[in-house]
């Protein structure tokens, strides 16, 4: 049974940070590229951040330079660090493989940007 379990979400005003971890099964986690999506009110989920098992790195265009993602495969775990957050950043975070495995969706975590 896949579990992905995203916490670290919360409230924080305009300019500041987050940091968002997800803890993976570890057969999912050690045969998958790792990604970081989110849902914003409204809108259709996106792809925010990616990174390969062997640890390269990619960006929507809308984070480059404000987030980064790493994965650390001794803990199964995957983090999305967030800095200089602007109210658009305001969205249900998930993590999941690339492609997504549509069946594996976390309950995710809420982060909001609001002053």
């Known amino acids: 049974q896949v579990q992905l379990v995203e916490s670290g979400g919360g409230l924080v005003q305009p300019g500041g940070s987050l940091r968002l971890s997800c803890a993976a099964s570890?057969?999912?986690?050690?045969?998958?590229?790792m990604a970081w999506y989110r849902q914003g009110p409204g809108k259709q989920r996106e792809l925010v951040a990616l990174?390969?098992?062997?640890?390269?790195?990619n960006y929507a265009s809308f984070v480059e330079g404000r987030f980064t993602i790493s994965r650390d495969n001794a803990k199964n775990t995957v983090y999305l660090q967030m800095n200089n957050l602007k109210p658009e950043d305001t969205a249900v975070y998930y993590c999941?493989?690339?492609?997504?495995?549509?069946?594996?969706w976390g309950q995710g975590t809420q982060v909001t940007v609001s002053s």
């Open positions: 999941n493989s690339v492609p997504y495995a549509d069946k594996y």
């Open positions: 570890r057969s999912f986690f050690v045969t998958n590229s």
């Open positions: 990174a390969t098992i062997g640890g390269t790195t």
